[in-house]
Structures are given as structure tokens and as C-alpha cells.
């Protein structure tokens, strides 16, 4: 009886012991999924800085939404739109994926309002046909493009996406000088921001030459008028 006894308690324990290993591997998967804190920065009208409780500062792209470049009709209104809705509030993000770039995409929610919508309800952004899959996102725009709100209030609005890569031949002129460059492993004389003609151009020489005031805020994302 005894025998059986300590079988039975043996077996519980060990039952316990791997409900406690699923719970521990699993936890950091839900934690990822969502982040909270303050902003802290505004970039533009679709990326911002937040500071976790544990003083982590984490750059966050708006997901489904591509606001005006600050460059372009509108930007610096987004960027100050965005400032209006965040800036120095505590949020929920409700985090998509990571970019390429290293940022976390996602919703940013104060209280129940999302800000991400609200930035296209306002006029002040882009629905992301590419990137997005909300449809309450989509109707957003439209409306807000019938009734000539923000950026709509302009006869012809341009995309960003279409900003920052107007002209296919320039653009692929400079995607072969880049490739050139690192193939000689040569950085060439461009030191700032300002010389960069594209966001892979400003990366190869963040990465390859370590031009590193190309990052000033220290995030790993180069020249952020350019890389958005």
C-alpha cells in the first residue's frame, strides 16, 4: 500500500514538474506578444520610442499604417498628430512582428482607443494596402478621404511608399553603386544623413564602414528620414 502510495505521489510530482516547464517556455512567448510603458519619442507620424518599466527603450512602427514622409505635404502635421495622441502617455502595444530594421511592429492602444486607426481617421496616415489586413482600417481612409480630412484635403496626396522610391532608374543605379562598394570594401568620402540617397545605402555604411553618427539614437536603424 505504502508502495503504491509514494508511485502516486512520485508520479503527481512529476506531472507538476512539466506543467511548471510548459508554463515556463511558453510564458516569454505571451509576454513578446504584447509590451507596455510611456512614449518617449516621436519620430514621425508612424514610429515611436517607448521605455518599458525596465528602462528599455524600444522603437516602435505603427502596424498597418504608412504615415507622410517629414519631407513631404502633411508630415511634420502627422508627426504632430501622433505627439498628440502618445506622447508621454503609458500604452499597450499589441505587438505584429519585427521588421527588418529591428523595430517592433504593432497596435499602440491607449486605454481602448487605437491609435494606429486614429492616425488614418484623422487624415494623418496611409491604410498599408502591402502590410495591412484590417478592413476597418481600409474603410478609415475612405472616409476620411471622402470628407477631404488632413492629407486628403490636398487634389493628389502621394503615398509614402511611392515618395521614398520615386524614380526606379536612380533607384537602381544606387542599389548597383551599393553593391560595387561592398564588393571593393570600399566606404567611399559620404559621412552624413543628408548624402545618403537611400535607407540601404545609409545601412551599408552604419554596418560595413561603421559610420556610426548615422545612428544617433543608438537603435541599429540608420538615417530615420530615410528608413521608415
Not at 509590451?35 to 515611436?48: C, E, H, K, M
Amino acid at each position: 500500500m505504502i508502495g503504491k502510495l509514494e508511485k502516486m505521489f512520485i508520479f503527481k510530482n512529476r506531472s507538476m514538474l512539466k506543467l511548471a516547464v510548459i508554463i515556463t517556455l511558453l510564458l516569454p512567448l505571451a509576454e513578446a506578444a504584447s509590451l507596455s510603458g510611456r512614449i518617449v519619442g516621436i519620430a514621425d507620424g508612424d514610429t515611436a520610442t517607448l521605455l518599458t518599466p525596465e528602462k528599455k527603450q524600444v522603437k516602435i512602427r505603427l502596424a498597418q499604417i504608412d504615415a507622410p514622409e517629414k519631407n513631404q505635404a502633411f508630415g511634420q502635421a502627422s508627426k504632430q498628430s501622433l505627439s498628440d495622441l502618445i506622447y508621454q502617455k503609458d500604452v499597450l502595444v499589441e505587438v505584429e512582428t519585427i521588421d527588418k530594421y529591428g523595430r517592433t511592429v504593432g497596435k499602440i492602444l491607449v486605454g481602448n482607443n487605437d491609435v494606429n486607426l486614429e492616425q488614418v481617421r484623422r487624415g494623418m496616415a496611409w491604410f498599408y494596402a502591402k502590410y495591412g489586413k484590417d478592413t476597418v482600417y481600409r474603410d478609415a481612409e475612405a472616409k476620411a478621404r471622402n470628407q477631404g480630412v488632413g492629407l486628403w484635403s490636398e487634389p493628389n496626396p502621394v503615398p509614402p511608399w511611392e515618395f521614398r522610391h520615386g524614380g526606379k532608374s536612380s533607384e537602381t543605379k544606387q542599389s548597383a553603386n551599393i553593391v560595387a562598394s561592398a564588393s571593393s570594401g570600399s566606404c567611399g568620402a559620404k559621412r552624413y544623413c543628408k548624402e545618403m540617397a537611400s535607407c540601404d545605402e545609409a545601412m551599408f555604411y552604419l554596418k560595413q564602414c561603421s559610420l556610426a553618427r548615422l545612428d544617433r539614437d543608438g537603435d541599429g536603424l540608420p538615417c530615420e528620414s530615410l528608413c521608415q
